[in-house]
């Protein structure tokens, strides 16, 4: 299935996720949740871009042989080809840049294709590149300079993201807690000189920077009160619970970098390989950008007397009524 929450600001773009559900009415229901996510992402980062997604729904437990995956990305092809450019897909949770090979040949309308096919490729560095950028400018905000040197930051999730999150707050300096439930990321910590955590140690931790690079919802009332942070920036999306612990974080002073404002390197990357000729130094110029659109968010709480999540929500919204 594939959701097109908006087209106002151009063609609409979210990955395709190959996932499991209970049933279609949990599938739908995560198509358009996902969809609508991605038309403010894409606002906020202001591109020419709106939100959509796609969904290639598996049963429980079901494996697929490789030749019935390819006929089901085959099938989601025809889907996104009828649609005739309203939408763009692109890898997700369960796809890989070499499933958008196979889709490409049914349909040009597919983004994220593999350096090797002149596409953008992996897209994890430059989300990590962006999430970068959204620590700096909340440290800056919050703590009076970008600099990471000896600030302490813990990383929960050190995936795709995280561990090069990890490694690029290492490089500036930091002093980091790395934490992760697979075990074998303690390798990838240690080469890092990080300290290793269980993740609901990490989370508590008395630290500058909390970066949460795992799964959404980790942020919620239970939590929040527990928190010995700062200031939180990662690559996770949907990191709070719901949308009132924005108000729960302001209310204990640490500042909040909106996910889909600090976690759009990867969509910025692909917007990039969509203007053609895909060139990775102009991908990580615009990926720094992120810096500029926090800094005018945190302006705009601070003048609106709201909170960071608020601002990015409106700023999304204003560029929604322009065109790109
Ligand atoms: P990934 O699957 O490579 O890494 C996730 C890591 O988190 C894994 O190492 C996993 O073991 C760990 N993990 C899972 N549950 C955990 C928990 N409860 N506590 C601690 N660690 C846990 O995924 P990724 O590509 O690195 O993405 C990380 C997050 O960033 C996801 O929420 C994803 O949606 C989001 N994101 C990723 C990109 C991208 O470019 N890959 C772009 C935007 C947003």
Known sequence: MVAIHSTARGPSLGGCRMWSYEDEGEAVRDVLRLARAMTFKAAAADLPLGGGKGVIALRPGTALTSARRRAALLDFADTVDQLDGRYITAEDVGTSSRDMTVIRSVTPHVGGLSRARGGSGDPSPYTALGVLAAIEVTCER????????????AIVGLGHVGSRVARLCARAGARLIAADIDPAKRDVARALGARWMTPAQALEAEVDVLSPCALGGVLDSEVVPRLRCRTIAGA????????????????RGILWAPDFVANAGGIVNIAVELEGRYDPRRARARVRGIAGTLRQ?????????????????ELARRRLTKPA
Not at 142 to 153: H, I, P
Not at 297 to 313: K, Q
């Open 297 to 313: 968010i945190y302006d705009d709480a601070e003048s609106m007397g709201t909170t960071p999540l608020t601002a990015a929500l």
């Open 236 to 251: 996770a999306n949907n990191q709070l619970a719901h949308d009132g612990v924005a108000d729960l974080l302001d209310a």
């Open 142 to 153: 919050q703590l009076g300079t970008a600099s990471l040197q000896g600030r302490r930051v």
